[in-house]
């Protein structure tokens, strides 16, 4: 069965860092495609950054381009974001996310209503 498990989250003061991980398991990477989404309390979930598995080619939302970094370890079947210069707007509960949808551009980032699986999602609080 295919899954996905979010770790890596935390509290971290403004302008600070964090990595979070996914484990994925169970799907064919040639068909599925990989993302970050965040929900902020009282907000609709958004995208945050997606992989191409096709050429590797990665997409931001314009609110963390320069500052995210997603990246992927095929060997070891695990998705990462890493966040730098983190800002208090940038506190949610942060989602990994699969679909059998190729990346072809931003686009996948507005596909939060028919992605096919969740992680069960870490929390980043971004305080002083």
């Known amino acids: 069965q295919a899954q996905l498990m979010e770790s890596g989250g935390g509290l971290v003061q403004p302008g600070g860092s964090l990595r979070l991980s996914c484990a994925t398991s169970?799907?064919?990477?040639?068909?599925?495609?990989f993302g970050w989404f965040r929900q902020a309390p009282g907000k609709e979930r958004e995208g945050v950054a997606c992989?191409?598995?096709?050429?590797?080619?990665?997409y931001y939302a314009e609110s963390v381009k320069g500052r995210f970094t997603i990246s992927r370890d095929d060997s070891n079947n695990m998705l990462y974001l890493e966040m730098n210069s983190l800002k208090p707007d940038d506190t949610a509960v942060y989602y990994c996310?699969?679909?059998?949808?190729?990346?072809?551009?931003?686009?996948?980032?507005?596909?939060?209503?028919?992605?096919?699986?969740w992680g069960q999602g870490t929390q980043v609080t971004v305080s002083s």
């Open positions: 992989l191409s598995s096709s050429d590797n080619s990665a």
């Open positions: 169970g799907f064919t990477r040639e068909i599925y495609s």
């Open positions: 996310a699969a679909a059998p949808i190729p990346v072809s551009g931003r686009n996948w980032l507005l596909l939060a209503p028919v992605i096919d699986y």
